[in-house]
């Protein structure tokens, strides 16, 4: 199957998922200024982001990371608003022997509880299997109920508890090509 040079922007019902933009810096300060969303991202200490410099570098380093399709790490756009609500990312894990790939989301709080998450990840999806991958990982924090649902909603199996790619213990689910053909 031909991989595309680029990744495109992808359209749901409600949604827009694009490339961060510079004048998206004061939400995505918004965003990962705030412990309560990134304590649930990766291991170790959470990481909390103090300045727009820190935005505006840290939009560059998506742009570099989201070059090579179909992997990417974008903005999820509401389109009646315009608004920002979070990020869906579609990346190589750490450590990954195998070229492992998992899916992953975070939304502003105000944008969560609308089902914004499972339509942006369901289209992510869609495109990462388009774009020739055999399976879809996701690790959540073990108690990362939320995270979890987004997960099941999206046809993804709990394989349980790992301790691989990142430190310390996980919630592994999966979902390979073929069953997501199945479900679409
Ligand atoms: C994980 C996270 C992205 C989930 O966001 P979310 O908004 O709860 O997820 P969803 O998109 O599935 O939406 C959830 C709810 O929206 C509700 N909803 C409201 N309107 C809806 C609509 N039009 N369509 C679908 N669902 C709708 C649903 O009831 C759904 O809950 P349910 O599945 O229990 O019925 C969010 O909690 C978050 O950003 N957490 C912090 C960061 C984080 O944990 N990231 C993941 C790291 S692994």
Redesign the pocket.
Known sequence: MAVPLANAPLTTDRLLVRPWRHDDAERMLDIMSRVE?TK??GDGAPYVMRDLDEAHARIDRLAERSATPPLLYWAVEVRATGQVA?SVLLLTLPNAEDGEVEI????HPDS????????AAAALMAHGFAGGLPEIHA???LD?A??Q??CR?LGMHDLGVVERWYDGPSQHFLITAQEWRARH
């Open positions: 969303v649930w991202l979070g992953g989301w975070h939304l969560q509880g609308r089902g914004y998450a499972t339509e690790l959540t924090h990362n939320p995270s649902n987004v909603k």
